[in-house]
């Protein structure tokens, strides 16, 4: 019973760095219509543009995490204007495979400039909280930090989402493109705010993980298909759905590790998925197809 | 270089190129004809050279095998296991958007790296298969150039396989539903089968080219089928050589090929400790070609040219 309360917070704060992900995927899909491939390079990205701001400034990882995140949403609007703005007008399969180049340009820049060992963010072993009324549960500051913090962004978005002009126009764009441009939403302006959250909530995913684990060039590569599979899960388009996803198939993840080898952990991620995509395509919370 | 090591060299550049324009016609029955995206070529392509492998190689205790087929045997093996992860796969996501596709096409990369690495009984996990041999043993063809001549005679068998479908009536369906989706399903053709057929088609080849690696490289380990190599290389050459022209795919393969062979003499006159730099360097360059290329000739060097349709008689 112990073990699997403890795996649940494992699973929760796996979850937490997936939601951050899968919102900006299904943020990007609903709105510029394709699997946005580079975001697990983001990922990395924003979790190296932490590690120079900690490295540098001498910040602590919790106060590199908003500089992370407006470093890299200042890079992901720099990529789109500079790059998808140019074949935008083409079909949208395009940015797919523009997307994933763009993966992996990114990731040889990291490995150039950071080099490809493993680094993380502080060394050290930090202390666990016991908590002896649950039967010696020990639980983390950092996990009950990322799980919270990103709590905090998902209502952030959901407030900007439905209380903002902006984020009206962006949903209303997710929903119906064509009625939203002749009703003379500005689609440009909507596609930039989408790359500066998409980017900066890809970058504090990828912080959480550097904070969790280590910081590596493929740290978010890896970690893209469970990203893809909570977007999936929750209605991609349907950034709320991303959430629930999220937490699903990060909690899945960790409660497999009960039952089969570690190492398959992206294997039930990519079960749910399939499964998933065999009945209920839409996602659970009817995404846009 | 002496003579004798760059004739050697030229052989082995020319196998590769010769195998990577296998996968990269594989590739166009799935893009270039009906516009499926598939960026799991590394696993379709690992299925294959592992299939041929454990056909063909002699008994070990390490790992299943022992079969000691001949090589035409492995390599049927390799398309056929190939054709038959493209069904599943193909059959999950035939009715939906082509972006399903890529995020189930990547999946099933990343699963079949996982299961190879961890499956020790099948595979010997990361340690690998060593001593695959190369085909023909005792004849005149058993040797590089022997071999090279094996692997070109698959590029032109698969080149005029394709040639055929591309100009016949199922080849223009495939075209037709690539082009208008709605209108080809008006015309009472099954979307979702022509697809899943191509689909299947393509990963076939794709084994087939896996196992060509195989006898040609002697050695497989899971590092050789990590997305770059497999994958992204010949995401380049088929939208470098121009997607939809078989023509275009083999060239795109050489001319590629050649592109990365370079990079690698290139970063090769760095010193040594800047190794891991220069191969990122080199990916880099390939990322930037290809977004390039996207921006500026997305129809490639051989652009398309679909086949006159015939008049008729008045």
């Given at each position: ?13 796996l ?11 299904s ?18 990205l ?34 789109d ?16 495979i523009s ?13 150039l400039i ?23 549960l ?8 990322i799980?919270?913090?990103?709590l ?8 900007f989402?439905?209380?903002t ?20 939403i500005p689609a440009e302006?909507?596609i ?27 740290m978010g590569w ?20 991303a ?6 198939i990060?909690i899945?993840?960790e ?12 294997a ?8 998933m ?7 659970i ?5 | 270089m002496e ?9 082995s ?40 492998a ?9 790992y ?5 087929m ?50 020790d ?21 058993d ?11 698959f ?12 100009a ?22 099954s ?8 689909f ?20 497989l ?43 690698e003499?290139a ?5 040594t ?10 990916v ?31």
């Amino acid at each position: 019973m112990n073990d699997i309360l403890q795996i649940l917070i494992y699973g929760m704060v796996l979850g937490s760095v997936l939601s951050m992900g899968a919102i900006g995927v299904s943020m990007i899909f609903g709105i510029l219509r394709f699997a946005h491939f580079a975001h697990g390079d983001f990922m990395t990205l924003g979790a190296y543009i932490g590690l120079t701001f900690i490295a540098v400034m001498g910040l602590s990882p919790w106060f590199a995490l908003p500089a992370a995140m407006i470093g890299m949403a200042v890079v992901a609007v720099v990529i789109d204007q500079l790059l998808y703005r140019r074949i935008r007008r083409t079909q949208p399969v395009i940015l797919l495979i523009s997307s994933f180049g763009m993966a992996l340009i990114l990731r040889s820049l990291i490995q150039l400039i950071w080099g490809s060992e493993n680094q993380t963010y502080a060394s050290g072993i930090q202390f666990p909280w016991r908590l002896d009324v649950l039967g010696g549960l020990r639980i983390k500051p950092d996990h009950v930090w990322i799980v919270l913090i990103s709590l905090g962004l998902v209502a952030g978005v959901h407030l900007f989402l439905t209380r903002t002009r902006m984020g009206k126009a962006m949903r209303a764009m997710s929903d119906n493109m064509d009625l939203a441009l002749v009703s003379g939403i500005p689609a440009e302006r909507v596609i930039i705010v989408t790359w500066i959250i998409g980017g900066a909530l890809a970058a504090a995913a990828g912080v959480f993980l550097g904070i969790d684990t280590r910081l590596h060039p493929v740290m978010g590569w890896t970690t893209l298909l469970p990203v893809f599979a909570a977007a999936i899960l929750g209605g991609i388009g349907r950034p709320y759905g991303a959430i629930v996803g999220g937490m699903v198939i990060g909690i899945s993840m960790e409660m497999s590790t009960l039952f089969i080898s570690a190492a398959y952990k992206p294997a039930v991620a990519f079960a749910i998925m399939v499964v998933m995509l065999i009945f209920r395509p839409q996602g659970i919370f009817k995404g846009t197809l | 270089m002496e003579l004798a090591s760059l004739f050697a060299y030229l052989i082995s550049f020319l196998t590769f190129a010769g195998i990577y324009a296998v996968l990269a016609m594989g590739l166009n029955t799935q893009w270039g004809f009906t516009g499926q995206f598939n960026i799991g070529i590394a696993g379709f392509f690992a299925v294959g050279a592992y299939t041929s492998a454990i056909l063909t190689t002699p008994e070990s205790p390490a790992y299943l095998g022992g079969l000691g087929m001949p090589f035409l045997v492995g390599l049927a093996g390799a398309t056929l296991a190939s054709a038959l992860i493209g069904l599943v796969i193909g059959r999950i996501t035939a009715k939906l958007r082509t972006d399903y596709l890529a995020i189930a096409t990547i999946g099933i990369a990343e699963m079949i790296r996982l299961f190879i690495k961890n499956e020790d009984w099948l595979t010997n996990g990361v340690r690998g298969i060593a001593g695959i041999e190369r085909p023909f043993a005792g004849t005149p063809l058993d040797s590089p150039f022997g071999y090279l001549l094996v692997v070109v005679a698959f590029v032109v068998l698969v080149y005029f396989l394709l040639e055929r479908a591309y100009a016949s009536p199922w080849g223009r369906v495939l075209r037709a539903i690539r082009e208008n989706e709605p209108a080809t399903a008006a015309a009472g053709k099954s979307i979702a089968r022509f697809r899943l057929q191509a689909f299947v088609l393509g990963a076939a080849i794709m084994g087939l080219g896996g196992g060509l690696y195989a006898h040609f490289f002697g050695f497989l380990s899971p590092e050789a089928f990590m997305p770059l190599y497999g994958t992204f290389l010949v995401w380049v050459m088929l939208i470098a050589g121009g997607s939809g022209n078989n023509r275009g795919a083999i060239l795109g393969a050489v001319v590629v090929w050649g592109v990365w062979t370079l990079t690698e003499l290139a970063t090769d006159l760095l010193p040594t400790e800047y190794a891991t730099q220069a191969a990122a360097l080199r990916v880099l360059l390939i990322g930037v070609l290809l977004q390039v290329i996207l921006v500026t000739r997305p129809q490639g060097i051989l652009p398309e040219k679909p086949p006159k349709l015939i008049a008729r008689k008045k």
